[in-house]
């Protein structure tokens, strides 16, 4: 071992820690967040499913069984410790990231190429990039596929350069890769892309016999086959209408920002073919996965800033790998040898700290716990007065039903996370009626219309709320117009909603400024009228508001 390699091996680890320590004060700001959104809503489904409930019937999301199911073991800590919801997604996600992060540290050691700081390089990357960087996104099923599908290349990259490490962890690696991919299929192409490069590098085509390629494959069929036999009206009443009404949705803003962040991620390596072709092929690999990973982003269409953790992170752990390359091909070039690994890894690790300070400083304004629980709309579902207090939020694409139902500890009387199919249908009959190119016919918006509505209808019926929040919202396609839900449930199906709304009173009207309830607002957005409604106290013989 050189002077400099017993150098390294001292103060790698220190700037390690660093690291995580800069990490530290978003961490405790961070467990006092309100919960995200999508992740209330996925735990409180995953909360119904181990009620035994079907997923039609209780959980009718665009998401995949498997966003549900993989946060079930959150769920498990909240019931069995009584530590509240929001802060056991909070643990158990940690815990994912430092399974992680060990798994990732490991499989470093094997490759032979890697320097001591060029590992703790993308250690370092790694965990600000799954930290700070996502800040309120942490947790998400993005993010949590982003940390399975990491190591999970590694693992491919040890097989295909046919490095053999310890069975243990490679099976461990393996098996969460090979079933967190599924969160997002989309991400198949990445080991998809690793098999082909393993057909040209060892010449050969029974690429099927490899171990990786066994689990992928085994995982996949039997993802497929839970979803048949415990979710079969995922497949035959939700899969329908997320594909018509939802992933159809591909704007072309989405695909020329895609196809940007695609050439952008690829410059690390373009740069390095062309000038640095003794650069460590980390740089080139992650590269080239980042570029990948932005076609599921793209796929997806709707362009939320979470779809990107998974490119982002091997982006920037190219880029710092880069960097640090950079540092030690000037330092060998002005003859300077001596602390080459030293300096790369001290400058990578001061851009880091600033990375993570700047990152910081944007997540300071998001609600807290504290303060979502005194939230106007959490006081007035407190105090309904009934036992089982149930309410209702109808909205179309915002969403902060899920942690009301959290905070409060009362149901949301409704099987939809958001009324996420009513601005499709209001853009399809807009497109109808103003004679462009129809997305449907006037029979099929009535039928998916009515089918809706009634489903609207039978949750209120079902549940029985004791309060319903209408908000009025910009009408997605008539300018200048406001939406109000009440009207379209009335004009759209009045047999089920002239009953329905003669059992509520209209209470008040409040002007809310959403940010109390959310990390950020539309466009333009300023404050939205809700009209609050408040079941009647029916007594003998008589209906009193």
Not at 121 to 129: D, E, G, K, R, T
Not at 161 to 183: E, H, M, P, T
Not at 366 to 373: C, E, L, V
Not at 440 to 469: G, L, R, S, V
Request: aromatic share 14%; proline share 5%; net charge neutral.
């Amino acid at each position: 071992m050189t002077k400099e390699e017993k150098l390294i091996s001292y103060i790698a680890p220190i700037a390690f820690m660093v690291v995580i320590i800069s990490v530290i004060p978003w961490a405790l700001n961070f467990v006092s967040y309100a919960i995200n959104v999508d992740i209330a809503y996925l735990t409180l489904s995953a909360g119904r499913l181990l009620d035994g409930q079907a997923m039609s019937q209780a959980y009718y999301d665009t998401n995949l069984p498997l966003s549900i199911i993989v946060q079930v073991p959150a769920v498990l800590i909240h019931k069995i410790t009584s530590i509240p919801l929001y802060y056991a997604t909070t643990i158990y996600t940690f815990f994912l990231l430092l399974l992680s992060s060990i798994s990732i540290n490991l499989l470093l050691k094997n490759i032979k190429d890697i320097t001591i700081s060029q590992r703790y390089i993308v250690l370092s990357v790694f965990i600000v990039m799954n930290t700070i960087k996502p800040g309120y996104d942490f947790g998400q099923k993005d993010h949590i596929l982003a940390m399975a599908l990491f190591p999970l290349v590694l693992a491919q990259i040890l097989i295909t350069a046919r490095i053999d490490f310890n069975k243990a962890l490679k099976y461990s690696v393996l098996f969460a890769g090979s079933l967190l991919i599924l969160l997002k299929p989309h991400y198949g192409l990445v080991p998809a892309a690793i098999f082909l490069h393993r057909i040209f590098y060892q010449r050969r085509l029974n690429i099927f016999k490899d171990i990786d390629f066994i689990f992928l494959s085994a995982m996949a069929l039997l993802y497929i086959a839970v979803i048949f036999i415990f979710f079969p009206d995922f497949i035959s009443i939700i899969l329908p209408d997320i594909l018509k009404y939802y992933a159809s949705d591909i704007s072309p803003e989405i695909i020329k920002l895609g196809l940007i962040l695609m050439a952008q991620a690829a410059m690390p390596l373009l740069v390095c073919q062309l000038f640095f072709k003794q650069a460590p092929a980390l740089i080139s690999i992650f590269s080239i996965i980042s570029a990948i990973c932005f076609i599921p982003f793209i796929m997806q269409g709707k362009g939320w800033a979470y779809h990107s953790i998974p490119a982002d992170i091997f982006f920037y752990s190219s880029i710092g790998l880069f960097i640090g390359y950079i540092i030690s091909f000037a330092l060998e070039n002005l003859k300077i040898k001596k602390f080459k690994q030293t300096t790369e890894l001290l400058v990578v690790t001061g851009l880091l700290l600033f990375m993570a300070l700047k990152n910081y400083e944007k997540n300071i304004d998001i609600p807290t716990h504290d303060s979502y629980k005194n939230t106007e709309f959490a006081k007035m579902i407190n105090e309904c007065g009934s036992e089982n207090c149930s309410f209702l939020v109808l909205h179309d694409m915002i969403n902060i039903s899920p942690e009301l139902s959290v905070y409060t500890g009362h149901r949301h009387a409704s099987r939809f996370p958001t009324m996420w199919f009513v601005p499709f249908l209001l853009n399809a009959q807009n497109r109808l009626d103003e004679y462009e190119m129809p997305l449907m016919t006037q029979k099929e918006i009535d039928k998916a219309t009515n089918k809706y509505t009634n489903m609207i209808a039978d949750d209120i019926e079902k549940y029985n709320p004791d309060i319903i929040f209408v908000g009025l919202f910009p009408n997605p396609v008539k300018e200048g117009e406001l939406f109000d839900f009440r009207d379209y449930l009335l004009k759209k199906n009045p047999q089920r909603f002239e009953k329905i709304w003669n059992s509520y009173n209209l209470e008040t009207s409040l002007d809310v400024n959403r940010l109390e309830y959310m990390e950020r607002l539309k466009p333009g957005e300023k404050l939205i009228r809700y009209n609050i409604y408040k079941k009647k106290v029916v007594t003998k013989g008589n209906e009193n508001e």
